[in-house]
Antibody, heavy 120, light 113 residues
């Protein structure tokens, strides 16, 4: 079955850019009608959807990120990525990647999540 | 944005008893063309990602025990655990995808009384 795994630096300095990758295994990122999403969760808090990308190129972001987020996909490497610019302490969170069915953002499966701390 | 408000924020229920969690949406999430409510429920245990329990408001995900059920339509939804088990201790979230941005409820923490 399909599994997702996030990777990237665990510590980012304020004002710099956060970069994460989600590697898909057990299936091709291009097969089926799926959207690939990023979701984050500050410690002890709720879930915030960041955005999603389809391998067709369609991308959708949460306006709350004020255009700081960029999501891309590399089908040759079977992964998709997130960059978040101009980070502050408010961006400290566990970042999850997840798969959703096109037309129905039913998130399953999820990656295990990776903690990113923004600190100097 | 569609705001999902869950109630209560936390809940303590005795083993074997019923647990009920509510999710109220700021606008209807019933899609007229397919008559589906675009509302999901997730369970999150400490240190784990959320796990899909219920989609389309009332369809149980494969492998989810039948003590979990979802109901409701339009703006008011309920997740019910018919007979609480120790392994059900978790935080539960509702999520809508009727319109972008996708949003989640604030979560309900379920504990054993």
């Amino acid at each position: 079955q399909v599994q997702l795994q996030e990777s990237g630096p665990g510590l980012v300095k304020p004002s710099q850019t956060l970069s994460l990758t989600c590697t898909v295994s057990g299936g091709s990122i291009s097969s089926g009608n799926y959207y690939w999403s990023w979701i984050r969760q500050p410690a002890g808090k709720g879930l915030e959807w960041i955005g999603r990308i389809a391998t067709s190129g369609t991308i959708d972001y949460n306006p709350s990120l004020k255009s700081r987020a960029t999501i891309s996909v590399d089908t040759s490497k079977n992964h998709f990525s997130l960059t978040l610019s101009s980070v502050t302490g408010a961006d400290t969170a566990v970042y999850y990647c997840a798969r959703g069915i096109t037309g129905y953002s039913i998130f399953e499966p999820w990656g295990q999540g990776t903690l990113v701390t923004v600190s100097s | 944005d569609i705001v999902l408000t869950q109630s209560p924020d936390s809940l303590a229920v005795s083993l074997g008893e019923r647990a009920t969690i509510n999710c109220k949406s700021s606008q209807s999430v019933l899609y007229s063309s397919d008559k589906k409510n675009y509302l999901n429920w997730y369970q999150q245990k400490p240190g784990q990602p959320p796990k899909l329990l219920i989609y389309w408001a009332s369809t149980r995900e494969s492998g989810v025990p039948d003590r979990f059920s979802g109901s409701g339509s339009g703006t008011d939804f309920t997740l019910t655990i018919s007979s609480l088990q120790a392994e059900d201790v978790a935080v539960y979230y509702c999520q809508q995808y009727f319109s972008s941005p996708i949003t989640f409820g604030q979560g309900t923490r379920l504990e054993i009384k």
